[in-house]
């Protein structure tokens, strides 16, 4: 469905850009420095809080990310991501404790068991115009929290799922072992972020863009608004999922709390404190609403208070996120740089 | 979270306990037996449907307050829940202090309208502008301090401001049903307001101005109407009717910081079934969420909410803007 839309999207457009091949080999250059910068970071800093930080990052940053191919691509403003954030721990965390199949294939279980959830809600949910999508959405969340709720034979209830999830080792990969699951941790938030990057600069990514500012214009050229959606639905959901995974092991057990709409709440917080209109504003933004929180909560027992004032700073103060801020000045002043020189 | 919304204990459901049923183990709790019995004897019913009324009108409360100002605003008041919250520590506090009831449900209301109209002058006005995103964040964050602010002042523990000595007489039983006169007083109050704001909005001049402000500011202000006190206006009294419905629910629920969460997305739930900025759309969106509440939880007593946000989302797949919503909101 993805390669259709995006050669549909590619007629739409000028077609595609004759230097994608050479930016995208850049990409995986970075995307590898990157991680072997990430991997050998426990050989310079062996704090444990630090690994402990940059998985939960990973988590975060890929749930974040993937909202935002809702939310800033798309436009559509989904209060109910967080239901695939609890879908994927749930998912992977149920696999492992009652039927002890490998890592791996409880790992592609989890992300099919998304795929078709996504794929039936998304059906649902997308034709519905903004605010009402936001609210379906939502009601999708808490129908999913209330279910885990109430199924307590399976889930465990509001106690979440107890007892630990069995992580045996494979393919020499233990993931019970700390810097074994930092390191995977961040080989899922590269490779993930490396894909939605992909998506986000295909000419689907583009097409998005398009309906995203004009539905109707997208229509009438010929793109299927619909079914387009649907696609960028349900792919966002594979990568909550995976962030849900990733949490899942770290915690090793699955909440409620996963599941409830707070987790959408933050995402879409995130979303606005990176900014939504670069790629990376979530993951800047996952990385400094957990330093917040974290610094906040040792801090002082009103921790609300202070990130609602936080919050209340960026919309009313900034009113766009720190990327944004950034990218702008930096622009200002090339800008400026440029004129006198 | 489940707290707010919960019925009281009815008679019926100790007359009815019945032995345990072997269900498979992985299946949803079910409790046919406990709702078919229900709806087979009177008393039960009478009861059931009370305790739905009395939840159905403390949500027609919140959830008019919320479809107004988004009717006239076209603002999501993501922090509605909160003046729920503050109008019945508004009330519980006055209550204390003073021992009348009368004057504890006035601070309730005249509290958190006062409220309204400082949120909106001060903060809401500066977003209207701003995409959608940025009024949810601005109420995110006020729910978040305004928890906390309750936290500060009355501190976290549950706290309860006890029935009122003139309510503190015998119920009434109405076709063998247990009906305490406070839930009389409750849905009476509660059905007032709904006349008085349906008939003022609809027969008087700032009826009219406000539904004018809705459909058209830029000509509402270019007639000479100030529009920003009109969303001040609006703001406030949405405002004080979320502080009565905490103030009318003080007596027979318990306060806790967060409390008004729960009725919140309740209250969006309803306002997105009824249609948004339809009042009468609020009312029978209200009443079918507070039966749903108080009969659902005979027979899926664990599944309750979700029975509601099933219920949402068969009504918006089948009617996109909801019962009683318009097209173009």
């Known amino acids: 469905m993805t390669e259709l839309q995006a050669e549909q999207g590619a007629q739409a457009l000028d077609g595609p850009h004759p230097q994608a091949k050479t930016r995208r080999n850049r990409e995986v250059l970075i995307a590898l420095a990157v991680f072997v910068v990430l991997a050998l970071l426990p050989a310079v800093f062996s704090s444990k809080l630090l690994l402990d930080f940059v998985i939960r990052c990973a988590a975060y940053g890929l749930f974040a990310t993937s909202l935002n191919l809702l939310v800033g691509y798309t436009g559509l403003i989904s209060f109910g991501h967080g239901m695939f954030f609890g879908l994927g721990a749930y998912g992977f965390g149920l696999m492992m404790q009652k039927t002890g199949v490998p890592i791996p294939v409880a790992f592609a279980a989890t992300l099919t068991i998304t795929f078709v959830v996504a794929l039936i809600i998304g059906a649902i949910c997308v034709r519905l115009k903004e605010i009402y999508f936001a609210f379906v959405t939502l009601a999708f969340q808490m129908l999913i929290h209330s279910t885990i709720l109430s199924w307590v034979s399976l889930t465990g209830g509001d106690q979440g799922l107890r007892g630990g999830i069995p992580r045996p080792p494979f393919f020499g990969i233990d993931l019970s072992n700390q810097l074994h699951l930092y390191v995977a941790s961040c080989a899922l938030l590269v490779i993930g972020l490396f894909l939605m990057h992909q998506i986000a600069q295909s000419p689907f990514g583009y097409t998005l863009r398009m309906i995203r500012d004009n539905a109707i214009r997208a229509s009438f050229i010929g793109i299927d608004v619909w079914r387009a959606k649907l696609t960028i639905f349900v792919l966002a959901a594979l990568f909550a999922s995976t962030g849900g995974i990733i949490m899942a092991l770290f915690v090793s057990g699955a909440y409620p709390e996963f599941a409830y709409w707070t987790i959408s709440g933050e995402g879409i917080f995130i979303n606005m404190l990176g900014g939504v209109t670069t790629f990376l504003g979530p993951m800047v933004g996952a990385v400094l609403l957990l330093i917040l929180n974290d610094t906040v909560t040792r801090l002082t027992d009103y921790h609300g208070l202070v990130l609602g004032i936080v919050i209340l700073f960026f919309a009313i103060g900034l009113r766009k996120g720190l990327m944004d801020f950034v990218v702008e000045w930096y622009a200002q002043r090339r800008n400026s740089a440029g004129e006198r020189g | ?329």
């Open chain 2, 1 to 329: 979270m489940t707290e707010a919304g919960k019925p009281p204990p009815s008679r019926c459901e100790i007359s009815l306990a019945r032995p345990h049923s072997g269900a498979p183990q992985w299946m949803l709790p079910l409790d046919l037996d406990a709702l078919t019995g229900c709806l087979a004897s009177s008393a039960c019913l009478v009861t059931q449907t009370t305790s739905g009324l009395i939840i159905g009108m403390l949500l027609f409360l919140v959830a008019v307050g919320l479809t107004l100002i988004f009717g006239v605003l076209k603002v999501v008041n993501f922090s509605h829940g909160a003046f729920y919250m503050f109008g019945a520590y508004f009330a519980m506090t006055a209550y204390q202090i003073s021992g009348s009831f009368a004057l504890a449900m006035l601070c309730g209301a005249a509290g958190t309208a006062v409220l309204g109209l400082i949120f909106e002058r001060v903060f809401m006005s500066r977003v209207y502008g701003a995409d959608v995103l940025m009024q949810l964040l601005v109420c995110y964050a006020f729910v978040l301090i305004f928890d906390d602010v309750v936290r500060m002042v009355w501190g976290p523990e549950f706290k309860s401001m006890g029935m009122p000595a003139a309510f503190q007489v015998a119920p009434l039983f109405i076709a063998g049903g247990v009906v305490p006169p406070y839930y009389l007083l409750l849905i009476g109050v509660a059905l007032a307001a709904a006349v008085v704001l349906g008939l003022g909005l609809a027969r008087t001049r700032i009826g009219k101005v406000i539904r004018a402000a809705a459909h058209n500011p830029g000509m509402v202000s270019a007639l000479g109407i100030n529009t920003g006190l009109i969303y001040g206006g609006v703001f406030a009294l949405g405002g004080m009717l979320a502080g009565l419905a905490g103030a009318l629910a003080a007596p027979v629920r318990s306060l806790t910081p967060g409390m008004g969460f729960s009725v919140l997305i309740e209250s969006f739930i309803v306002t997105v079934i009824g249609g948004m900025g339809s009042i009468l759309g609020a009312l029978i969106g209200a009443l079918l969420i507070g039966l749903i509440r108080s009969f659902g939880s005979l027979g899926f007593p664990l599944f309750t909410e979700g029975l509601m946000y099933l219920f949402m989302v068969i009504v918006l797949v089948s009617r996109p803007t909801g019962l009683f919503g318009k097209e173009v909101a």
